[in-house]
Every structure is written in structure tokens, then in C-alpha cells.
């Protein structure tokens, strides 16, 4: 059998054109996601029954239902309400909420964990809730939840795949498009999933350096001595 | 002039009634030690008084100001009073500066290099300048200590309260935390502390409270209270402790 590497070669630029736009969803997901998962973790720890409520509706609902039913739901489905949505918005609107509700429970996690006499030492300098959150909690339980935030990151780029489902031309659609024109399916998902994971890895250091410079973690950290 | 005002103060924690009526007063720059065995209600009472614990019935005033659930008020009624916990508390992820100007800043909204002088000037008063630019996981329990009692200062509070300020510390390290207490106290701060330090009672404390199953058994001044106590419960547990 004739390999034909040049297929996938000739055709980088296409494939990586789709990487791109992987990398621009994740990236604006990653931002407004944290956003909506830190509004959502203040909602889960609330003692607010009305804001709880509704936080807990919104994580569950995206936690406990299929990714891709819920892609196909904003792209075949809104537009019954005249709600009509490209693929790329489609895709980028629930990749949002769906990275937002899991990233609520990391942080959640993140706040149960801070411990109740920094927070006491907060209120006592007479801060406000808000304050408290903003200044002691939300930074504590960032630095203790930055690994399994970086995890969630990733994972969130490699299932993005399933955007292709609604023809978001994103690299797993665009390996679809080539192999379609040319057959070549060997060579071209080689060369694809060279190209996510190259794109893991390139995440996984650009999520080290933030963590390092930002929180701190395993430059400062002292790490427990193994005797 | 009276700072601190409890009234008649009661406090459950479920079935268990912690502070059974307790009253008991603090002139402006006068130190208070409470003392009584643990469980007495005596960490409970002090964090009444900035409403770290709610009261069930009875009446609270600093400064004249009612102690009141109230949000906003609250906020500026802990603005006012320091607190320095057991276990120091202080910000981990904070360097010693950032946790001594997080209440300036946040708080009371002091301008970044005004934080930051008071915050020095603060540090100094407890002799730890120096290690403004470290981290509290590098100091010793006696000098985040020390820290914890500046970043009380550095808020220019009218009364501080302290928990059980020496108690987690290794022995060898209570000395300097009350050698920062007195001069607290001698430059005319209100202080009310929780503490078997019965030395620094001794030279330092214009009042002593004695506390026994939730009650205010016994209080006058440490002459009396040390040569000849009048209750047999307060008699007992100072000659158990010195």
C-alpha cells in the first residue's frame, strides 16, 4: 500500500486553519468560562436559595446531559424560536455554558476547601462578603485548584471535536472535508491527531507558565520531602 | 469612658447554653484578661463582641455603638475593633505587607503608598520590618503572630480583642508576642484578651474576668484576683495553672 503523505502536507494550512479556530473557541470558552464558573461556584456556595437554585439547575442540567446534544440543541433547535445561530456561534455559545457549569463545581471545590479561619480574619478586618470572596477565597482556592482547572481546559479543547457535527469548520471537520476530496483517511487523521495532540501540548505549557507566574505553584510551592 | 459594654449577654450553641448572662465592662485603654477552664464560654463571649458568633439575647456596645447584625454596620463596627485569632490566621497567599495592607486598602480604601507606610510603620511596632517582602510560611509561629497583631494596628482600631493569642505557640516563642501586647497596652490601647498567661495578667491587665460554666464568677484587678480570690472555683483554677 502507497502512502500518500503528501495529501495531508500539501493541505497543512487547511488543517491548521481549522486548529485555529479550536484554539480561538477554547480560548474565548476558557475566559468567559471561568467567568461563568466563578458566578456559578458563588451561586453554589450561596446561602441565597434563589441564586443556589438556580446555579445548581444550570450545572446539572449541562453536567448530566450529552456535549454534542447539546451543540445540535443550540444549532437545529433555537432557530424554532428565531433564534438563528452559525456553527461557529453555536459552538462557541455552548462551549461557553458547558466548560462554565463544570468549572463552577472545580471552584466550588475550591471555596469548600479554603478554610474558615481566613475567611473569619477577613470579615473581622470588616470586609464585605464580596470582598472576602474576591480578596481571600477566590485566590486560596485558584491555587489549589489550577491543576484539575488546566485538565478541564484540556479535555475541553479535545472534545470540542464534536463541533464538527454542526459543520463548525474546526480541525476535526476540516479532516473530515480533505479525506472526503481524497480518500487518503490513514495519512490525513495521522496527521490530525499529531495536530491535537501538538495542540495539548502546547496548552499543557502555556497552563504550567500560568500557574507558575500567576499562582505561584511548583516554583514556590514547597512540595512535601519524600523520606 | 466606657469601650466595651456587654449587657446581660446569653449565647446557645443548640441545647448547649454557652454564655449564661454575662455583663462585663472595659474603660477606654484599659486590658482585660478573661480566664476559666476551656469551654467556659470565654473564645465564644470575645467573638460575640464583633459578631463573629451571633447573641440570642442581651446587649453589646463598643464605643458606644450597638453591636447589631446589621451588615453595613457591622462592617464598620470589625473595621474598628482588631481581632487576633489562636492559629494567627493570616492571608497565605499574601505576602507580610499584602496581609497588613489588605484591610487598608480593601477596607477603608487608604491609598496604595499610604497602605503601605502605615503598614511599615506597623510592622516596625511589632520589630518584623524587615520581613515585610516574605511570605507567612516563613516566619515562625511567634513572629506571624506579631504579624497578626499588626495587620489589628495597622487598621487604627479602638479596641483589640485577642483569642488565645499565645496558646499555639511553642514556649519559646510566647515571650516576644506578650512582649508586643504590653507595649500595646502601656501606649493606652483597650485590649481584651483571652489568656492563661498569668504573668502578663499579672503586670499587664487593669481587669480580670473569671469565667466558669458560662458565668462571670469572679472579675476585679489581678491584686485581688491572685492574693485572694473569692470565689472557691476561681481559687482552685489559679492555683491549678501557676
Known sequence: ??????????????????????????????????????VGAMGRTSKNKLFHGIATAYVELFRNTPFLVQIYFAYFALPTFNIDLTPGQSALFVMILNTGAYMSEIIRAGIEAVHKSQVESGYSLGMSYLQVFR????????????????????????????????????LTFRAM???????????IYIVTILIYFLLAEFLYLVIGYINRK?????????????? | MLMLDVKDVHKHFGQLHVLKGISLQLERGETGVLFGRSGSGKSTLLRCINYL??????????????????RAKLRKLRANIGFVFQHFNLFPHLSILGNVTLGLKVVKKTPEDEAREIALKALEDVGLKEKAENYPEELSGGQQQRVAIARSIAMNPKMI????????????????????????????????????????????????????????????PPSEIFRKPKTEECRRFIEAIL
Request: proline content about 5%.
Open chain 1, 1 to 38: 500500500m502507497g502512502l500518500r503523505w503528501e495529501v495531508p502536507l500539501k493541505n497543512l494550512p487547511y488543517l491548521l486553519g481549522g486548529a485555529l479556530l479550536t484554539l480561538r473557541l477554547v480560548g474565548i470558552s476558557v475566559v468567559f468560562g471561568i467567568f461563568l464558573g466563578i
Open chain 1, 135 to 170: 480578596y481571600v477565597m477566590l485566590p486560596l482556592a485558584m491555587k489549589a485548584i489550577a491543576p484539575p482547572l488546566g485538565n478541564q481546559i484540556i479535555s475541553m479543547t479535545l472534545s470540542s471535536c464534536v463541533i464538527s457535527q454542526i459543520s463548525a469548520e474546526d
Open chain 1, 177 to 187: 472535508m480533505l479525506e472526503n476530496r481524497t480518500f487518503r483517511s490513514f495519512e
Open chain 1, 214 to 227: 500567576v499562582f505561584g505553584i511548583s516554583a514556590k510551592q514547597k512540595l512535601p520531602t519524600m523520606i
Open chain 2, 53 to 70: 458568633e451571633s447573641i440570642d439575647s442581651g446587649e453589646i456596645y463598643v464605643d458606644s455603638e450597638l453591636v447589631t447584625p446589621d
Open chain 2, 161 to 220: 480583642l485577642f483569642d488565645e493569642p499565645t496558646s499555639a505557640l511553642d514556649p519559646e516563642l510566647i515571650g516576644e508576642v506578650l512582649e508586643v501586647m504590653k507595649d500595646l497596652s502601656q501606649q493606652g490601647m483597650t485590649m481584651l484578651v483571652v489568656s492563661h498567661e498569668m504573668g502578663f495578667a499579672r503586670e499587664t491587665a487593669d481587669k480580670m474576668f473569671f469565667l466558669h460554666n458560662g458565668k462571670l464568677v469572679e472579675e476585679g
